[in-house]
């Protein structure tokens, strides 16, 4: 029973580094979703995909890129880390009846 | 589009106190409705949703949440906090199958003893 799973779970980076967040679900949803999580924000949309081979911009898209490789994953690229994108980041899945599914979250600090 | 609004960023109930966490929703199709909790360190989880069929919705650890079109909310209650409780709640909304989900900001659920 994976259901949503993220890598890593803790990452440092330094300004202007990069790196991509992985995810991947095990329950066949169309559609996946990035978030980050600030505090007094609520979760914020970064990208979402509806479906596999789709990707849309959410609310808070700047500084990311995002790929849908295949069904199962969706990933999220930040080419040049910024202090701003200091964060907690989720991943989820999305059923036919839009019951989100989550991943347990990485969090990143960028220095 | 659409969107929805939590009133109250924190709420403090004593153990044994009625628990009610307020949620109004914009969709400009009738919804699908959501809550979530998120304990600490945790990604969120399903407490309920609200699909179009009864609009009491019945969910885990003893939460309801009820469907007023009327006044387009969607608050979730609990008869008696418990300790457990504590957590952050969050409602979303979507407007249908395969559509993109929309969160709110939040509460934070205190429960004092």
């Known amino acids: 029973n994976a259901g949503v799973t993220q890598t890593p779970k803790f990452q440092v980076l330094k300004t202007g580094q990069s790196m991509t967040l992985q995810c991947a679900q095990d329950m066949n949803h169309n559609s996946m979703y990035w978030y980050r999580q600030d505090p007094g924000m609520g979760l914020r949309l970064i990208y979402y995909s509806a479906s596999e081979g789709t990707t849309d911009k959410g609310e808070v898209p700047n500084g990311y890129n995002v790929s849908r490789l295949n069904k199962r994953e969706f990933s999220l690229r930040l080419e040049s880390a910024a202090p701003s994108q200091t964060s907690v980041y989720f991943c989820?899945?999305?059923?036919?009846?839009?019951?989100?599914?989550f991943g347990q979250g990485t969090r990143l600090t960028v220095v | 589009a659409q969107s929805v609004t939590q009133l109250g960023s924190h709420v403090s109930v004593s153990e044994g106190a009625l628990v009610l966490l307020r949620c109004n929703y914009s969709?400009?199709?009738?919804?699908?409705l959501f809550w979530y909790v998120q304990y600490p360190n945790q990604g969120l989880q399903l407490l309920l949703k609200?699909?179009?069929?009864?609009?009491l919705v019945k969910g885990i650890n003893g939460f309801e949440a009820e469907f007023k079109k009327s006044e387009t909310s969607f608050h979730l209650t609990k008869p008696s906090a418990h300790m457990s409780d504590a957590a952050e709640y969050f409602c979303a909304v979507a407007s249908g199958g395969y559509q993109k989900v929309t969160f709110g900001t939040g509460t934070k659920l205190q429960v004092i003893p």
């Open positions: 969709s400009s199709v009738p919804p699908y």
């Open positions: 609200y699909t179009s069929a009864a609009t």
């Open positions: 989820a899945s999305t059923s036919f009846e839009v019951e989100a599914f």
